[in-house]
């Protein structure tokens, strides 16, 4: 049987690749017996549901911590705007 | 759900009936600084974590779309345009720096993995119990500060693949190739990555908000 530590890389992966049948069997029975390993699959894939959906929202793509470009630089990239659209 | 007041008429109306697409909104580079700035500064500086290098990666950004304003046709906002054309010189940066040196970091993260497993690989200390709200979660602008918080605490190699597939969903071929890695180190370093975001979420989230994060 599969170690819940063998389990959770399994869970990850059928994010990104479909599993072999032999693998999805061994994780569909471990899964079955724990809720440890429940509780981690249901949350893994509500989580990477969400980070899909804000990523791909404009909110998302703009980041949300207010980080600021430093004057300094902003002020030089105007320059180099200018000069390049003249 | 107003209509417009009939005084105010719609100003593409007319094009509208005659079939046309709509105008493309004004682009106007002299302004693309103030309006977009901060948010292409805050995308590289989350990918990228070095911030002269953002600042440079910004710069080029903005200058190749001043070289290619012509292709930009308003079918989408003009700051996902730019966006887009950022995430490109991004790349850029990953692919340069993996032929400018061997591939490292794949071990990346792999004790903390381990320390969430007694020897037979059993849970030390099992997931929480807590359900996640999407649609909640979606609007609460703190919990994605929580998020950005965890990604900095990620360590590099992971913040990188976790952020070119599953934030910039490129495709996992392209990931392996831009960073040099094989299908294997993929899911590895991935698994690694949603591991630590899980568990770091998990203390400084949803243990914290309690109910008002649950379904």
């Known amino acids: 049987m599969l170690s819940c530590k063998q389990a959770t890389q399994l869970i990850s992966e059928a994010l990104d690749r479909k599993l072999s049948l032999g693998q999805r069997v061994g994780l569909r029975f471990h899964v079955m017996m724990c809720s ?8 893994l894939v509500v989580l990477n549901d969400l980070f899909s959906q804000y990523f791909s929202s404009e909110r998302g793509q703009s980041g949300g911590r207010g980080v600021s470009l430093p004057e300094e630089s902003r002020q030089r990239i105007k320059r180099a705007i200018r000069i390049q659209a003249e | 759900m107003g209509k417009a007041p009939r005084d105010d008429p719609d100003p593409e109306a007319p094009r509208k009936l005659a079939g046309e697409p709509p105008v493309a909104p004004a682009c106007r580079p002299d302004q693309w600084v103030d309006l977009h700035g901060d948010a292409m500064f805050s995308y590289a500086l989350m ?53 400018e040196g061997p591939v490292a970091g794949l071990d990346a993260g792999g004790d903390f ?34 998020f950005e918080q965890c990604m900095e605490h990620l360590p590099q190699r992971l913040a990188e693949v976790f952020s070119l597939r599953v934030v910039d969903e490129n495709r996992a071929d ?20 949603r591991t630590r975001l899980r568990h770091c979420l998990e203390a400084n989230w949803f243990r914290k908000k309690g109910k008002t994060a649950q379904t």
């Open chain 1, 36 to 43: 440890a390993c429940r509780a981690y699959r249901r949350q």
């Open chain 2, 47 to 99: 990918r990228l974590r070095d911030r002269d290098l953002a600042e440079e990666v910004v710069q080029e950004a903005f200058l190749a779309a001043v070289r290619g304003i012509d292709r930009f046709q308003g079918k989408s906002s003009e700051r996902t345009w730019l966006i887009g054309i950022l995430k490109h010189k991004i790349l850029d940066v990953f692919a340069k720096r993996r032929r």
């Open chain 2, 113 to 146: 993995v381990d320390g969430l497993f007694d020897p037979r690989g059993m849970w030390k200390q099992p997931p929480a119990d807590w359900r996640p709200d999407p649609a909640k979660l979606m609007e609460q602008g703190e919990f994605w500060a929580a």
């Open chain 2, 174 to 193: 392209e990931v392996c190739k831009v960073l040099g890695i094989t299908d294997t180190n993929l899911w590895v370093l991935l698994h690694r990555a």
